[in-house]
Structure formats: structure tokens, C-alpha cells
T-cell receptor, first 112, second 113 residues
């Protein structure tokens, strides 16, 4: 039972263009969402979060959009840089459960 | 501010042995959670502790256990190791553990042979 899904295992984008990473979830009780970037042999690095009371959150080149009716969130990276090449995970949490459910990740490759 | 520290970083164990992994959270963080990442899988939740109390546990067998100390440091233990336990074990800490961002350590790479 995969409650959080990242249906695109990989994505390639040209440097300077927009990268859009998608994440779908099934549990309508999820109320907090996170995005992480992970390089090989390192722990995940927090990028940006969004609470279910918002539909957008921005931090520099990173913007997360939440569509609660569609149970969908997306991470936009503009402009994409070669250093953004990594695996990106979305995660969701239901308040009071103290745990996050992670997607299986999308490998982003930014081409110079 | 120091990040989440996990030790050891790499270890190799034999089937049937047991292993203990350690995690020191970010200073001031009282919630510590553990996740397992295996090849091709996302991160799977193991358990979460706050003020020495386990508040939630994932769907792992009883061979996986953990604890938290009064200084918020945490350990996880895996007994009777199986080949399938080979994975990256990640510890994360947060200030409250509820609707808060969790910050990960570098992980402990466990190989079971």
C-alpha cells in the first residue's frame, strides 16, 4: 500500500530550465509535506516544506505547490543547475502519527 | 550548530549477529526517528522517540528495536541479522516531531554477509 507515490523514476532537464518533480498521495489526512534531496552515500537534505493550510511555498529557486483536491504536490526548481542532480524524495505526515511516509524518489539529472 | 551524528558510518556483520547503531540529534531536538533505505526502495519508517518514549513504530519485525536516552541520544538494535537487513539506516531529529521538519544524519551503512 504505497500512500506516497513518485511515478517518474527519473527526469532529465537542461541547465537553466525548470525542473518539475511530482508526488501523489492517497491519504487525505496527510497535513504536512516535505521535499528532500539526496546524493549517493549521504543522508537526505531538507529542501522545503508545506503545510496543508497552504497551496504554495517558496524558498529561493525552490517552490512547492500543493493541490489537496487532487492529492498532488510538485516541486519546481528554477533555474535548474548541474549541482541539482540528485535523487529527490517527497514525504508526507499525518498529524499525531510522528512519522513520515516517503515516496520512492525521482532521479533528476541536470544537463550542462 | 552541529547536525545529526550517526555512528558507525559503515559496518559489516555476519548473519545471525546483532548490531547497535547510535544517533546524536541536533542540540535541542527531542524527537528522534529512524528510517531504513534499501536499494530501489524509499525510506521506510522504523520508529520514533520523544523524551525517551516510543510514540510510533513501523511495520518491522521485533528484531528491530530502539531506545532513547535522557539526553535525547538514541540507539537502534537489530538482532539475529538477516541478509535482507543490509541497508542504509538513517536517523532524523526534529524539535517537536509533530508537523515539524525532520533533519537527517549521514546514515549508517550496514552490510550483512
Amino acid at each position: 500500500d504505497q500512500q506516497v507515490k513518485q511515478n517518474s523514476p527519473s527526469l532529465s532537464v537542461q541547465e537553466g530550465r525548470i525542473s518539475i518533480l511530482n508526488c501523489d498521495y492517497t491519504n487525505s489526512m496527510f497535513d504536512y509535506f516535505l521535499w528532500y534531496k539526496k546524493y549517493p552515500a549521504e543522508g537526505p537534505t531538507f529542501l522545503i516544506s508545506i503545510s496543508s493550510i497552504k497551496d504554495k511555498n517558496e524558498d529561493g529557486r525552490f517552490t512547492v505547490f500543493l493541490n489537496k483536491s487532487a492529492k498532488h504536490l510538485s516541486l519546481h526548481i528554477v533555474p535548474s543547475q548541474p549541482g541539482d542532480s540528485a535523487v529527490y524524495f517527497c514525504a508526507a505526515s499525518e498529524g499525531g502519527t510522528y512519522k513520515y511516509i516517503f515516496g520512492t524518489g525521482t532521479r533528476l539529472k541536470v544537463l550542462a | 550548530k552541529a547536525g545529526v551524528t550517526q555512528t558507525p558510518r559503515y559496518l559489516i556483520k555476519t548473519r545471525g549477529q546483532q548490531v547497535t547503531l547510535s544517533c546524536s540529534p541536533i542540540s535541542g531536538h527531542r524527537s528522534v526517528s529512524w528510517y531504513q533505505q534499501t536499494p530501489g526502495q524509499g525510506l521506510q519508517f522504523l520508529f520514533e522517540y520523544f523524551s525517551e518514549t516510543q510514540r510510533n513504530k513501523g511495520n518491522f519485525p521485533g528484531r528491530f528495536s530502539g531506545r532513547q536516552f535522557s539526553n535525547s541520544r538514541s540507539e537502534m538494535n537489530v538482532s539475529t541479522l538477516e541478509l535482507g537487513d543490509s541497508a542504509l539506516y538513517l536517523c532524523a531529529s526534529s524539535a517537536q516531531g509533530f508537523g515539524n521538519t525532520i533533519y537527517f544524519g549521514e546514515g549508517s551503512w550496514l552490510t550483512v554477509v
